[in-house]
T-cell receptor, first 116, second 112 residues
Framework: AQSVAQPEDQVNVAEGNPLTVKCTYS??????LFWYVQYPNRGLQFLLK????DNLVKGSYGFEAEFNKSQTSFHLKKPSALVSDSALYFC??????????????WGAGTKLIIKP | DAMVIQNPRYQVTQFGKPVTLSCSQT?????MYWYQQKSSQAPKLLFH???????NEADTPDNFQSRRPNTSFCFLDIRSPGLGDAAMYLC???????????FGPGTRLTVT
């Protein structure tokens, strides 16, 4: 079965420290992977995606993510956290092999809190 | 700036009273999606349009309908809102199916 796991409901990081938000997935075909961020009472914003190519993907606001096929992971990272990064982060995957290939499978979300 | 616009941002309706939420886009994207999101949970896809082709998710209640009169606009109609339909409704677009999606700010629906 296709699935996405974000094992941490909440991640707390001090401002200026590196941050990691974890995501693992399970699909039958090749994964297309996405990260979205949601600020309070707002819609989701696309951060970055992995389709093919370089395993390290750079996105908006200084975020990056590394695709690891052997560990089926796509963790979101940032070298130095800002208080303004505090938000809800969603990982999503599309299975290239799915019949309904438009359908995104969403993780449950991770609340990121950056403390000054 | 190209964007996805949702109106209204906040909507209050009475139990059983039909309500329509609207979405417009200036991105000229082929695909438009409607999602329901409750309490910071993952968004749940209700349906999508690829151009004029409508695709309803299997578990979307019949109470929810959608219209896309042209490329730019898409509407979500809730025929008889129940208390359980109170949620944030998100519209999104993408240039092709399953490419990255661009979301509007959402409409928060309250049912009294």
């Amino acid at each position: 079965a296709q699935s996405v796991a974000q094992p941490e409901d909440q991640v707390n990081v001090a401002e200026g420290n590196p941050l990691t938000v974890k995501c693992t997935y399970s699909v039958s075909g090749n994964p297309y992977l996405f990260w979205y961020v949601q600020y309070p009472n707002r819609g989701l914003q696309f951060l970055l995606k992995y389709i093919t190519g370089d395993n390290l993907v750079k996105g908006s606001y200084g975020f990056e993510a590394e695709f690891n096929k052997s560990q089926t992971s796509f963790h979101l990272k940032k070298p130095s956290a800002l208080v303004s990064d505090s938000a809800l982060y969603f990982c999503a995957v599309r299975d290239e092999g799915m019949d309904s290939n438009y359908q995104l499978i969403w993780g449950a979300g991770t609340k990121l809190i950056i403390k000054p | 700036d190209a964007m996805v616009i949702q109106n209204p941002r906040y909507q209050v309706t009475q139990f059983g009273k039909p309500v329509t939420l609207s979405c417009s886009q200036t991105l000229n994207h082929n695909v438009m999606y409607w999602y329901q999101q409750k309490s910071s949970q993952a968004p749940k896809l209700l349906f999508h349009y690829y151009d004029k082709d409508f695709n309803n998710e299997a578990d979307t209640p019949d109470n929810f309908q959608s219209r896309r009169p042209n490329t730019s606009f898409c509407f979500l109609d809730i025929r008889s809102p129940g208390l359980g339909d109170a949620a944030m409704y998100l519209c999104a677009t993408s240039s092709v199916l399953a490419d990255e999606q661009y979301f509007g700010p959402g409409t928060r629906l309250t049912v009294t």
